[in-house]
């Protein structure tokens, strides 16, 4: 405050904004016959010269520790009406298509009149745009953000909502595509048939319940309402754009799509369902990559205390080993049933005391008319 506080000439000091962060005297107010002070200002603020770069580098930055609340969407009464409303959508389509009605005469005369030979030119760009409906390019780009938005906010729900959402995905769309068979445009065998049960895989159609998931996963993860908003709007582009554009280059069924966007909507409204599994989930991650964690900690530790007593040449003090509970009983009972035995001697009883000085080498003379002690000798007088 005292460096923001110091003027020249009644001004204030212009050398003050180049520091960062600094504060600045907005409106100073001084009393005739007051003097300026670091007490008497009327109000201050706060400037910084962060460069635009800088800010959305700053907003890239992990963040010290993980969001306290981090909105998790519930399966609220509107939600659950949507669900409703669009299983509902799902089976009128499937019912419309079995029972060969208004549908798949529609579906016949969109592909009679053929779109990719009324509009040629965009050809070459819908072949690259297809791709943004195809599973494993979209899950990679996909799953490379959300990897980020999990390191940044050190939660795993991020790729774990998507690999739920993926997993539900080939479970319901490749049952559906399966069990009903449906052959498309380019293999119709009748002309007004629903090509249904004759071995076919496109309804309902992969590419647009993709884009619907991939990219709509992006709009419930979404951490304002205002990027929800926008994500929802995006993906449903995205999503409505690749559903037409495979109906324009013949590979699928106008019916086709319109169940691919019924069941990419409908695994987006169930997955609120899915949350406690998720949260489960990432507990059990966590606390398994935390015991992993402390075991290499501590192998590291030991290492390193090792490592400096073998340097300096520390001899190690090892403990006894003590015997195993089996073992200590046994030894316990053998020797409760046997009496003790005398000490047993290699080689027979010890020497006496004259021997066992022979034997050691003995620094004293050996006196050969003393008998060794202990011994009787008969001697004989001529």
């Known amino acids: 405050m005292s460096r923001a506080c110091s003027f020249q000439n009644g001004q204030k000091n212009d050398t003050l904004r180049a520091i ?54 519930t399966m609220s009464r509107h939600r659950f009406v949507l669900f409703s409303a669009t299983l509902a959508f799902y089976l009128a389509i499937v019912w419309a298509v079995v029972t060969t009605s208004w549908l798949v005469r529609l579906d016949w005369q969109v592909m009679f009149f053929r779109p990719y030979q009324q509009w040629p030119q965009i050809h070459a760009f819908l072949d690259y745009y297809v791709v943004l409906g195809q599973r494993g390019p979209t899950a990679v780009m ?51 048939s629903n090509e249904m049960g004759l071995g076919g895989d496109i309804f309902p159609s992969g590419h647009t319940a993709n884009a619907v998931v991939t990219w709509g996963i992006l709009a419930y993860l979404a951490s304002t309402a205002r990027a929800r ?31 691919g966007w019924a069941a990419g909507l409908l695994i987006l409204l169930a997955l609120p369902w899915f949350e406690p599994l998720t949260a489960r989930a990432e507990q059990g991650i966590l606390a398994l990559r935390d015991r992993w964690r402390d075991r290499w900690r501590a192998r590291r530790g030991r290492g390193a205390t090792a490592a400096p007593a073998e340097a300096a040449g520390v001899p190690v003090v090892l403990a006894p080993r003590s015997p195993a509970p089996r073992e200590a009983v046994a030894r316990e009972t053998v020797a409760a049933g046997r009496a003790p035995r005398p000490p047993v001697y290699l080689g027979g009883p010890p020497a006496s ?28 007088r001529s």
């Open 142 to 192: 996909v799953a490379a953000w959300l990897g980020w938005r999990s390191w940044r906010q050190h939660t795993l729900r991020p790729l774990l909502t998507l690999a739920t959402s993926l997993l539900l995905l080939n479970v319901t769309v490749g049952a559906a595509k399966y069990g009903m068979g449906r052959l498309g445009p380019h293999y119709a065998t009748v002309i007004g």
């Open 229 to 259: 908003r926008w994500l929802s709007a995006g993906s449903a582009v995205t999503s409505l754009g690749v559903g037409l554009t495979t109906v324009y280059l013949g590979t699928h069924w106008l019916s086709d799509v319109l169940l």
């Open 20 to 73: 960062p962060h600094h504060i600045v005297i907005t409106n100073p107010v001084m009393r005739r016959e007051a003097t300026l002070t670091p007490c008497n200002v009327d109000g201050v603020r706060t400037e910084g010269t962060l460069a635009r770069l800088d800010r959305v580098f700053a907003r890239l930055d992990r963040e010290p520790q993980r969001p306290a609340h981090i909105d998790v969407p």
């Open 353 to 380: 005391r004259a021997e066992r000085a022979v034997l050691a080498g003995s620094r004293r003379p050996a006196h050969p008319g003393r008998s060794p002690r202990g011994t009787t000798s008969t001697t004989t």
